[in-house]
């Protein structure tokens, strides 16, 4: 995908935080309401009709036009978030090529052409999850205790007891939520500021939560808490915004698992998933499973940019991207920005 191919304006999403004396209007599903905003989204926020001035707090990054507002309720607090239609983000590259597997024990096992690095899995939810179940428990207790009492299962009245527990809750699911966007905005954008050229491979992340029921509970949760499918989202977008080289490797093809990187051979016997080591029976070539399957796909970023027919990033109208790659470095990366009618 060439990173400097894309739009001139994107769309952002700003959110700011307002306080409201006095309470607030109910909204519709889910505690949100869409404003419309004609060429000031923000003036829009500050004066909410049947509510009066509303103090703001909070700027966007990027300076641009807003065109919509929204009013969110979450976790007991009022967001207005505003989208913004923004000139093309510029963002630093890095000159380095690199390739990476996804997982769960390490985050991300990175190859590159001087050797292989890991990226630790943080796991915010399992670190919250004794207390979630504490909350969650608790929220459940006062419930039943407020059912029994009216004799009603739905419509009952809910106590500032009940109604505490559950910000609580819903407090601390948005703190899970933060750290693990936290932490994946700072980890690609650390991967894009370094690499030029970046690669992985498809991830059907529907597919691997799919069954297993009780049995894979704990597995579907570690996978659905880690967000694959968010965190390359986020990649592609930053290396669209640097003007980056980014590929996904097609997984059923290339099946980086399961080949190996020295001599590029599939096994006799296919690996489960319980295989956490790889050994080659065509070569010998021993190595963790992780560690190989990035270092299989730094192998084919490698050949595909030494193939192919298109020019990379910065390349010179007729230069191929081997020339502007060499040792695992690029040798010219100029910015540029095409307008696409």
């Known amino acids: 995908m060439r990173g400097d191919e894309r739009r001139n304006t994107s769309v952002r999403s700003l959110v700011i935080s307002i306080s409201i004396r006095g309470g607030f209007p109910e909204w519709g599903h889910r505690n ?47 967001y207005a978030s505003v989208t913004l239609e923004v000139d093309a983000v510029h963002r630093e590259r890095g000159t380095e090529i690199g390739a990476f597997d996804w997982g769960l024990k390490e985050f991300l096992t990175i190859a590159t052409p001087q050797g292989v690095e890991t ?51 819903a407090r601390l699911h948005v703190k899970v939520a933060r750290q693990r966007k936290d932490f994946m905005h700072q980890t690609s954008a650390g991967l894009v500021k370094r690499f030029g050229a970046i690669a992985t491979e498809t991830l059907a992340v529907k597919n691997m939560v799919h069954g297993g029921g009780a049995r894979n509970k704990g597995l579907n949760r570690e996978i659905h808490a880690a967000a694959p499918a968010t965190f390359l989202k986020m990649i592609r977008t930053k290396a669209e915004e640097a003007g980056s080289w980014y590929e996904e490797a097609p997984a059923r093809e290339i099946k980086p698992t399961q080949r190996c990187h020295a001599c590029w051979k599939l096994p006799d016997e296919k690996k489960t998933i319980s295989d956490r080591e790889h050994q080659c029976p065509h070569c010998g070539a021993a190595c963790g499973r992780d560690e190989n399957a990035a270092l299989v796909l730094l192998r084919w970023l490698e050949t595909k940019l030494a193939g192919a027919s298109s020019p990379m990033p910065g390349a010179s109208p007729g230069r191929e991207p081997s020339e502007v790659w060499s040792g695992g470095r690029f040798t010219a990366l100029k910015h540029e920005t095409h307008t696409i009618p």
Do not use: Y
């Open 32 to 78: 949100t309401t869409r404003l419309p905003a004609s060429g000031d989204a923000l003036h829009v926020a500050r004066h909410l009709q049947g509510v009066g001035q509303v103090p703001v707090c909070g700027k966007a990054k990027t300076p641009g036009v807003p065109k919509t507002c929204e009013i969110l309720h979450t976790a007991g607090k009022w």
């Open 119 to 169: 990226v630790a899995n943080p796991r915010h939810l399992r670190n919250q999850l004794a207390e979630l179940k504490r909350l969650g428990q608790e929220v459940s207790g006062k419930i039943r205790m407020a059912q029994q009492l009216s004799g009603r299962r739905w419509g009952f009245p809910v106590s500032s007891n009940l109604r505490r527990a559950i910000q609580h809750l």
